[in-house]
């Protein structure tokens, strides 16, 4: 089998139905070929060793889910205990290299914590600032996805910085950002409840309601 971007490309048009699987949700500008995302998982998987010469030829792609394969890929390559550092920070650096490939909010979903967050668990994690600083609402989402890393296993210093990535970005005026500050306090509650419970009490009513909410669904019930 030959990991080539257009194999995959070949593998997901062979597969594509546009009536069944128009994938709506997706709100770019690229050609939506119609590939149910399970089954675009699934090839994704199969070319998970693609040499990054391809993944970056993947990206590319005008189309929407070759795009989405390609950071796919990214997050498959770092499973798994054989991973070396030098093929995450590989993978690492290609993801925000090509960062400008991303145009929907589940190429971050799909690759940030793995490829991103994973990558910075004992480094530093100043470039998750520098993306909460950016103008471009999908970066600012991947500095609030990132670190979703560090809620499973949970890390003390890395779930610390979540919440001043949250606290930067609670109010965002972009709903694409604002999503997933609650996801973001959910997990972390889950993992680190004290720290999540020092957050709520400093901020207060400065941060709304609905995300208080949610930052409380996995915080143990106190007797």
Known sequence: MELTADALVADLRAVADPAAHPN???AGSGEVLGVRMGTLFDVAKRYAAMPLDEVHRLLDEP???PRLAAFCVLDFGVRGPRVTEAEREARYRTYLDRHD????WDMVDRAAPRVVGRYLRDRSREPL?????????LRR???LTAP???TRPPHAAGIADLLRLVE???ADPNPVVRKPVGIALKHAGGADPAAVRGFLDRMGDT???PLRREARQKLPVEP
């Open 148 to 150: 979703l890393a560090y």
């Open 207 to 209: 941060l709304a309601a």
């Open 129 to 137: 600032f520098e993306l909460a600083r950016s103008d471009d609402p």
């Open 101 to 104: 490939r991303i145009d929907t």
């Open 63 to 65: 189309a929407y889910e």
């Open 141 to 143: 989402r991947t500095a």
């Open 24 to 26: 709506r949700h997706y």
């Open 168 to 170: 930067l970005l609670h």
